[in-house]
């Protein structure tokens, strides 16, 4: 991909001036908090991101949500642990890691979901998303919301692999 693409590198290979660094590894998600600010949208168009920055993006949120306390975790929502933006959470360095997480977290979700109730699920809590505070929500707004986060760029992980297919004459895929 082109050096102006956001992707998941090594760090001596970052491509932007605030990417997320986990601690503990050589691998970081480019990113640019200036550029990403609220106060700057709409006018900026934000850099096409890679499969793995996508994957990095949204890979563990089914999980995460899953751990938050109105689902019975113990995570809550005000500490930021669901959102992509407040929160560490894994850099995956191979597509394996990140479906397998992927998949291992959205059967957690479901069987949350299908454990709560709906004074669960109508619970008032504070609200961390995109890294900015937000006044209380309910429950399912907080799933709701996020799982319009994770079908959108799940859309663009989809888009991505099918053009990368077509570009090489491949029209099989597993």
């Known amino acids: 991909m082109p050096g ?15 990417p997320w660094i986990i601690p503990d590894t050589e ?25 793995a920055w ?13 751990d938050l306390d109105f689902l019975g975790g113990t995570k809550t929502s005000g500490s930021g642990w669901a959102s992509p933006y407040i929160a560490k959470h894994p850099i995956f360095t191979t597509a394996d890691d990140a479906v397998d997480t992927m998949r291992a977290g959205w059967s957690r979700l479901i069987e949350r979901l299908q454990q709560a109730t709906d004074d669960d699920l109508a619970k008032p809590t504070e609200w961390h998303s995109y890294g900015q505070a937000r006044p209380t929500a309910i429950g ?23 053009l990368y297919f077509h570009s090489r004459g491949q029209t099989n895929r597993r």
Do not use: K, Y
């Open 4 to 18: 102006n693409s956001w992707s998941v590198r090594r760090g001596d290979e970052c491509a932007t001036p605030t």
């Open 27 to 51: 691998w970081v998600a480019d990113f640019d908090s200036e550029l990403s600010s609220r106060e700057s949208w709409p006018d900026v168009v934000m850099p096409p991101t890679t499969i």
């Open 54 to 66: 996508l994957f990095w993006h949204i890979g563990s949120m089914p999980g995460r949500v899953a």
């Open 140 to 162: 399912g707004q907080i799933v709701a919301s996020t799982l319009h986060e994770i079908s959108h760029h799940a859309t663009q992980i989809g888009t991505l692999r099918d």
